[in-house]
């Protein structure tokens, strides 16, 4: 193994991990873009795009804003006050934050597949914008919005709008979780496949790499290729929504270090542990290294939200559970409107040390802080939580999907809000696209 690889070739050398710390975090800025906030398609998207989620109910519906939207089974269905389809396209879902920032200082964000899944989303269109969070007014703007496109045929299978001359990708295609800029080139992390993808600043799909690890190609259930009748487990092993959900950049060797949302099933079907896979990736090459580390999900953690690196070796990871909303608005029976069915608990960011890995391959976890548990001793926040208290900041949202350094002392973290399927803050409110800068000088000098 080359020196490229030294920073994570001499991890199963590493002394056992110390215990792990709870930092203190406070809030710094406060920030939102409106949960319906919609843009135009481009003038050469197909007219499909002209009208987005006619298809996320039971029969194809395209009647503007004529259905309601709601939180779903898991949160109560509780409605959300917003309804579908809409006319153009939504800019909600910011779902990873690119490390290096754009040359006016702007942040590359991704925004997710539209609707959740392949099924429900071919009228969404894929694309990466670039941020500014202006805390000082509360408001978020959108400096650039890029579509990917695939004039060249890059793509090696049948996209949902493959007939077209401009050929835009849609959510479809793939499902978008994590972002990097490298030079002139976006690298885009997928769930479906997991695949990685490669487009120019300007959008144009480069190249399509799927993953490779131990000689073989990881699939999952929304692998083109995958019948009904494959056998989870040799067919398949990636659960669905279990790609990649963080991607982070490591300084100084160039690697990407791809993170699965969810556990690799076994042969039985079943998790391989509660632990998530890391996998190496050289962008100069185009090739998986071969290199990987595990990830330890905290007790009561399900997935994880996003992924970057801090320093050469020290990164950031946001884990979470599935649940949304104040605990203290927890229904004590069945669901209501009042209450939320599967409040938010464990709803952290993880600092890890890439350059300690036992010899069972995990990483070790310096510590974490409480996106639940958020001081906010100057009152900066700009909207009321249900159930919330005053003096104390949460993040009570079922997706939390962006982190990422602003300086020595201060990181960024944004919400996925899952237009027009998640709350959290309010009862009865889709979630807007929050932005907020957090005090952490300690976590981020923790060693």
């Not at 843009?39 to 804003?65: E, L, Q, W």
């Not at 429900?120 to 978020?140: C, H």
């Not at 994590?178 to 080139?185: H, N, V, W």
């Not at 990422?404 to 409110?429: C, E, Q, T, W, Y």
């Amino acid at each position: 193994m080359t020196a490229r690889f030294l920073p994570l070739a001499l991890l199963a050398l590493a002394a056992p991990a110390a215990a792990e710390e709870n930092f203190p975090a406070t809030l710094a800025g406060h920030a939102y873009l409106p949960a319906l906030s919609l843009i135009a398609p481009p003038a050469d998207a197909p007219r499909d795009a002209m009208i987005s989620g006619k298809f996320t109910g039971p029969a194809r519906n395209d009647v503007p804003m004529s259905v309601p939207g709601d939180t779903g089974t898991l949160h109560g269905k509780r409605l959300t006050g917003i309804n579908m389809p809409f006319i153009g396209q939504p800019m909600q879902g910011f779902s990873g934050f690119a490390m290096d920032r754009a040359e006016d200082g702007s942040v590359y964000v991704l925004t997710d597949n539209g609707f959740g899944s392949k099924a429900n989303s071919p009228d969404t269109m894929l694309f990466f914008s670039r941020m500014v969070a202006d805390f000082e007014t509360g408001k978020v703007a959108i400096k650039e919005t890029v579509f990917l496109h695939d004039p060249d045929r890059k793509v090696p299978f049948r996209i949902s709008w493959e007939a077209t001359d401009s050929r835009y990708l849609t959510g479809a295609d793939f499902d978008l979780e994590s972002i990097q800029r490298i030079g002139d080139a976006i690298w885009i992390g997928d769930e479906f496949g997991p695949y990685l993808i490669e487009a120019g600043l300007d959008g144009r799909v480069r190249g399509v790499y799927p993953t490779m690890m131990d000689g073989k190609q990881l699939k999952s259930a929304d692998t083109p290729g995958i019948s009904a009748v494959s056998v989870v487990g040799k067919d398949w092993t990636v659960p669905r929504s279990g790609g990649y959900e963080g991607m982070a950049l490591q300084p100084g060797t160039g690697l990407l270090w791809a993170m699965l949302e969810k556990p690799l099933l076994g042969e039985d079907g079943k998790n391989e542990g509660e632990f998530l896979r890391v996998l190496g990736f050289d962008p100069a090459t185009r090739e998986w290294t071969g290199a990987g580390f595990k990830f330890k999900l905290a007790e009561g953690a399900t997935a994880i939200g996003d992924f970057n690196f801090i320093d050469a070796t020290r990164a950031l990871v946001i884990e979470r559970d599935n649940g949304e909303g104040e605990p203290s608005l927890k229904c004590a029976a069945d669901p209501a409107p009042d209450c939320f069915p599967n409040p938010a608990m464990v709803k952290h960011v993880v600092l890890i040390d890439t350059a300690t890995v036992d010899a069972d391959g995990f990483v070790r976890r310096i510590g974490q802080i409480d996106l639940m548990n958020i001081a906010d001793p100057d009152g900066k926040a700009r909207i009321t939580t249900d159930g919330g208290e005053a003096g104390r900041f949460s993040l009570p949202f079922f997706t939390i999907e962006n982190v990422m350094m602003v300086d020595d002392s201060h990181i960024m973290v944004a919400v996925d809000n899952n237009l027009p399927f998640s709350s959290g803050r309010k009862l009865n409110a889709a979630a807007d696209n929050e932005v907020v800068l957090l005090a952490v000088p300690e976590m981020l000098s923790a060693e």
